[in-house]
């Protein structure tokens, strides 16, 4: 490629201020650029022109603050001051499961390109982060062309986002890698320009043409969501057989071809992203004709929601096969820790079924409460972690917020009703709760009864099959 000619640093409209666009528009401001962001949600607007970040993600409201001060980074919900402004705009919006359908719901993306496009009457750049449809970037372009008054002038790039919820910030401004999909050397110029300061830690970038660029993003999210209902579809045969899924996660962890991350057996991913973009992925691949292709995403979404039902049948086990008027603490409503997203949250899932088989489910999340009441408002919540288990028959750590790991199974004892926990995420040490008289269960791993006579003094008994040498915490595959 030819050198890049020197240019001005551009200015950045980021148009969608959720976890994406926020976290976007706070890093780019970061990182030396100035910045407008944009949204439709006034009080969304509002709260970031304050200071605050209007969701729980680690370490960006500090980023924010920081941003601020600069005098970068500024905020509004008015688009012709957009398109006056920027030289690059990226649109962060989202694209939900639709409503009566797998597929992913374009709305708000028309409606931020729409919005642009009329009224941006010069040379720039509008650049997609949104998870989309394969050829929608294509079908944009068009659209955008004949709507601008800037006519061709105006062209659009493909950037996809791998950020994570609870690391967004990390993974914003040290990516594993940058891609872009561009129609012209123009805007491949221009994103380099705007990636510099990445690029120059070694940041390294692909550069495609816009279908690439799409398709990267869901195939990502398709083969993370694959490998945990992998070692979930072994979990099913442990079960079946007596096997250990921890131990089985652990030996295959050890092959570098394989690897541990993403490889955590329990109750399976969910949020607000990898559940509706597999489903999404297969609809556009029949719409495509190539259905047959990832006809396996249904079965990897089918093994996810089995966690799910499975994870009610040995809460219903502990608590001696009838969950009418039984006590249940469910701990964690979140659909990750480190997050208070609660959309397909598979703890919130299960509090749910329970709660419909008759349980008293009293939820408590470290950040998640709110929303999760929000959506399901007939459950109860605790304030601390104390208060969900207070008289609890049952404890489920749905969850694995570190709180709830590091735990006194002792403490907990002492407020329980009875001494039964289901470890839906793996997250426990096995041995130190039945070495304290814990029934404990969880998905994949065969039943231990409770040691507490058998134990050592330091409470522990030896766990059959452990790796000789190795803590329980070793066997973690995150
Ligand atoms: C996911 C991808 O990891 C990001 O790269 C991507 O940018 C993002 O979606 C997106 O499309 O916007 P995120 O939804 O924040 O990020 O969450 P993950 O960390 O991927 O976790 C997803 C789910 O999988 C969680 O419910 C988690 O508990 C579960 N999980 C993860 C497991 O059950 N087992 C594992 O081994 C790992």
Sequence with gaps: ??????????????????????????????????????????RKIAQLDAGEVPFFEPGLSEK?????????LRFTTDFDQAAAFGDVHFVCVGTPQAANSAAAEL?????????????????????????????????????????????????????????????????TL???????????????????????????????????????AELVKVAA??????????????????????????????ALSLDSRIGGRFLKPGLGFGGGCLPKDIRAFKHRAEELGVGQAVRFLSEVDSINNRRRTRSVDLIRELAGGDLAGVKVAALGAAFKPNSDDVRDAPALDVARLLYLEGAAVTVYDPEANRNAHRAYPDLDYAGSL?????????????????????????QLAALVAHR???????????????????????????????????????????????????????????
Aim: charge should be negative; glycine fraction near 8%.
């Design 107 to 171: 709305k708000y993306v028309h409606a931020a390109f729409t919005s642009l496009a009329s009224r941006i009457d010069r040379k720039a750049l509008l650049v997609g982060k949104s998870t989309v449809p394969i050829g929608t970037a294509a079908r944009l372009a068009r659209m955008v062309h004949e709507l601008s008054p800037a006519g061709v002038d105006l062209e659009l790039a493909w950037n996809p986002e791998f950020l994570r919820e609870g690391y967004a910030v990390e993974d």
């Design 386 to 410: 104390a208060g969900a288990v207070q008289d609890a028959d049952v404890v489920a750590l749905l969850t694995e917020w570190d709180e709830f790991r590091r735990a006194e199974p002792q």
């Design 174 to 212: 040290h990516p594993d890698r940058l891609v872009v999909g561009v129609a012209s050397e123009w805007a491949e110029a221009r994103l380099r320009r705007v990636f510099e300061p990445l690029l120059a830690q070694g940041t390294p970038l692909i550069v495609t043409e816009l279908a690439t």
């Design 221 to 250: 999210n398709s083969f993370l969501a694959t490998k945990i209902s992998f070692i979930n579809a072994m979990a099913e045969v442990c079960e079946a057989t007596g096997a250990d899924v921890s131990l089985l996660a652990r």
């Design 420 to 478: 039964r926990i289901f470890d839906g995420r793996h997250a426990l040490d096995q041995d130190l709760y039945t070495g304290l008289g814990w029934e404990y269960r969880a998905l994949g791993r065969p039943y231990q009864p409770s040691t507490a006579r058998a134990a050592t003094q330091d409470g522990r008994v030896p766990r059959p099959g452990a790796v000789v040498g190795e803590t329980p915490q070793d066997a973690r595959t995150t």
């Design 64 to 72: 924010l603050r920081e941003a601020i001060a600069t005098g970068r």
């Design 1 to 42: 490629m030819e050198p890049i000619p020197y240019s001005p640093a551009p200015k950045i409209t980021v148009i969608g201020t959720g976890y994406l666009g926020a976290t976007h528009a706070i890093c780019m401001a970061v990182l030396g650029f100035d910045v407008l962001g944009v949204d439709v949600d006034e």
